[in-house]
């Protein structure tokens, strides 16, 4: 069983600041995934970014990164250089590499503030 | 424009109705799956279908079926719709990124569903 917690449930940031959403997750799989997704007013789930649990190196994406904490669970992502289109749901998840299942966190909506 | 997408967008039923919702995928994928949206639950399996010809139970599964009708298409029936069924749908199907070989989800574009 997995479980994914986003405690966040806003978060809010000025233009062109950094900001961080956290997530924490528990899985008893030994390798895993986790990933970022954004949900603007559209709808569409969009992958922003995604670590592979066995990897020790932070994984980035142009303005987004991870801080990846494996003995601690905890997978946050860091938005640099916030523009207004990054305003949206953002929801943290985590697969196990052999199932099927994909589970998420209640999602943290961030503001960006011109 | 490859993807995947759900119809309908909207719905409002009644109690006791039935629907299906469809959902289709041009990607070749063999996995697709069918989520709910709440608020502050963040996104919830109902059903997966690993391949054409299986379906299994998500974390969710009460008050629906549904058919892998062909590869491309994995439809959500409501049999008696529920005013706890109101919530958002969303049709994925699951590809392995040929690079670093992780699996990832393509999710249409959602479909809102109103029981009253």
């Known amino acids: 069983a997995q479980t994914v917690t986003q405690s966040q449930p806003e978060m809010s940031v000025q233009e062109a600041e950094t900001v961080t959403l956290s997530c924490t997750y528990d899985?008893?799989?030994?390798?895993?995934?986790l990933f970022w997704y954004k949900q603007p007013p559209s709808r569409q789930m969009i992958l922003v970014i995604r670590?592979?649990?066995?990897?020790?190196q932070n994984a980035t994406e142009n303005r987004f990164s991870v801080n990846f904490q494996k003995a601690a669970k905890s997978f946050s992502l860091k938005i640099s250089d916030s523009q207004l289109g990054d305003a949206a749901m953002y929801f943290c998840?985590?697969?196990?590499?052999?199932?099927?299942?994909?589970?998420f966190g209640g999602g943290t909506r961030l503001m960006v503030k011109p | 424009n490859a993807g995947v997408t759900q119809t309908p967008k909207f719905q409002v039923l009644k109690t006791g109705q039935s629907m299906t919702l469809q959902c289709a995928q041009d990607m070749n994928h063999n996995s697709m799956y069918w989520y709910r949206q709440d608020p502050g639950m963040g996104l919830r399996l109902i059903y997966y279908?690993?391949?054409?010809?299986?379906?299994d139970k998500g974390e969710v599964p009460n008050g629906y079926n549904v058919s892998r009708l062909n590869k491309r298409e994995f439809s959500l029936r409501l049999e008696s719709a529920a005013p706890s069924q109101t919530s958002v749908y969303f049709c994925?199907?699951?590809?392995?990124?040929?690079?670093?070989?992780?699996?990832?989800?393509?999710f249409g574009a959602g479909s809102r569903l109103t029981v009253l």
């Open positions: 998840a985590c697969r196990n590499n052999a199932g099927n299942m994909l589970t």
């Open positions: 279908s690993a391949s054409e010809g299986t379906t």
């Open positions: 899985t008893s799989e030994s390798d895993y995934y």
């Open positions: 670590q592979e649990a066995y990897k020790q």
């Open positions: 994925a199907s699951r590809s392995r990124d040929r690079w670093s070989g992780a699996n990832v989800l393509t």
